[in-house]
């Protein structure tokens, strides 16, 4: 791993150095034709040894472990036509997490699910086309980034993205919490954990997403495909049939003189999925059945469905609030993303202008994960998810804290250190508090 670890951040360097070289676009250059832009980022946790009553077969170990992962990515586009954009992102990925991916709610790194091993893995992340109508109502800059092309586009507008994204991609975004490479690292301040959109392993699908743009306003619907299998990788084409959909409005406004956003989304899942109902019963009539209980009673589609807030805020030109909070119904197994029913994100995210180091942040957040009465009575009952199970469970909600300071090292490169502290792992009172450390290093160019 650590001859891994060298080489990455030898060819980051390396790469960020050859970029930074390079002419800059043009001053006032505002249309782009086509992108070729890149991003690489490594992350290095730790976590000392922490105390524990009693583990089972999906228990963050209470040893001592290290994890890490490393990507790679290239943002490929042009403009085939009018109003339209074509995407590729081909990523090279490798990592190792705690325990397996088991034993929390909230992964300590959101990048984790992404990667699959110590050997590089090149995948195709993304293959989709954007296309914008224009509504008038003025013109609107959009700036060049990460699968996007520098342009003008009209204030009021109709965009459809068809073909294989995240739904991460267009629903619930933030500008303070939302990217583990550059914000917060834990899962749950990527996403609330409740929103269990569909996914294949890695957080990827096919599908399409319209958004309506009109003054303050945006309405966002999308559906996307799932896995064949809960959390697995292959992804189920039969869309009409197994399928996430969410429905999103936005409203932009401006509070104390601040600009902020208001979202409201709500989701629906349908999937041959088990219920923890059936999955109870299932324990309770076979007692020396294996425990994993949730693989003996996934049968028929089901439907599973939330509803969540998310707020963004800014406080002052450096300073910015958000919130998340989403509640899920919990009567079936996780389908794509994490073992939470409801969740709680919330925190503050601060350019570091007053000490003169205006492209640094520091962030300061708090998430709390709770699960439903069908999922906590199968888990004390000795039953095993996907991530979760110690054997039996003394219920109480996962909480945890997370602190970082991101230092922009030289132009495109950041350095972050990062502290998480979380309480009740796997929503387990006899296990925990858990400390995990971090150090990260993310270049795009």
């Given amino acids: 791993m650590r001859i891994c670890s060298a080489v990455f951040l030898t060819r980051c360097a390396a790469l960020g150095a050859l970029w930074a070289s390079m002419p800059a676009l043009a001053a006032g250059e505002t249309h782009e034709d086509w992108t070729a832009r890149f991003q690489a980022t490594y992350v290095w946790q730790t976590k000392p040894s922490m105390p524990a009553d009693y583990s089972g077969p999906r228990s963050l170990k209470a040893a001592r472990e290290n994890s890490y992962t490393a990507t790679t990515t290239a943002y490929l586009g042009f403009r085939p036509w009018q109003g339209g954009e074509l995407y590729l992102n081909p990523e090279i990925t490798q990592g190792v997490p705690f325990s ?32 914008t109508w224009g509504l008038g109502g003025g013109d609107e800059a959009v700036e060049a980034d990460l699968n996007q092309m520098a342009g003008t586009v009209d204030k009021n507008r109709v965009v459809l993205t068809v073909g294989n994204f995240s739904t991460l991609d267009v629903f619930d975004d933030n500008r303070y919490a939302k990217d583990p490479r550059v914000h917060f690292m834990n899962a749950g301040f990527m996403a609330p954990l409740s929103y269990d959109y569909a996914a294949d392993a890695r957080g990827f699908g096919w599908g399409f997403a319209a958004e309506w743009y009109q003054d303050d306003w945006v309405l966002r619907v999308g559906r996307m495909t799932g896995p064949k299998e809960p959390n697995m990788l292959p992804t189920d084409s039969q869309i009409f049939k197994h399928y996430g959909d969410q429905v999103e409005v936005e409203r932009g406004h401006t509070l104390w003189g601040q600009p902020g956003k208001l979202r409201l989304l709500a989701w629906r899942n349908r999937a041959v999925v088990a219920s923890f109902e059936d999955a109870l019963g299932y324990l309770k009539a076979n007692p020396d059945a294996d425990p994993q209980a949730i693989l003996a009673v996934r049968r028929g589609e089901k439907i599973k469905y939330g509803v969540g807030i998310n707020l963004e805020q800014a406080i002052n030109d450096d300073l910015g609030f958000f919130l998340r909070a989403m509640k899920a119904d919990g009567r079936t197994e996780t389908y794509a993303f994490t073992e939470t029913d409801a969740s709680l994100g919330m925190g503050l995210a601060l350019k570091g202008t007053a000490w003169g180091r205006g492209m640094d942040t520091l962030g300061l957040g708090y998430a709390r994960n709770s699960l439903s009465k069908d999922r906590r009575e199968y888990l004390e009952a000795g039953g095993i998810s996907f991530f979760i199970g110690d054997g039996r469970l003394s219920y109480r909600p996962e909480q945890l804290v997370e602190t970082y300071y991101s230092l922009n090292v030289w132009k495109t490169v950041f350095l972050t250190a990062d502290y998480q502290r979380m309480w009740n792992p796997a929503y387990n009172a006899d296990r925990g508090p858990a400390n995990f450390f971090a150090m990260r290093i993310h270049t795009e160019f």
């Avoid at 992964?107 to 110590?118: D, P, Q």
């Fill in 100 to 131: 397996e991916l088991s034993g929390s709610g909230g992964f300590t790194n959101g990048e984790l699910t992404r990667t699959a091993g110590t050997r590089p893995k090149m995948y195709r992340q993304r293959l989709f086309l954007r296309q």
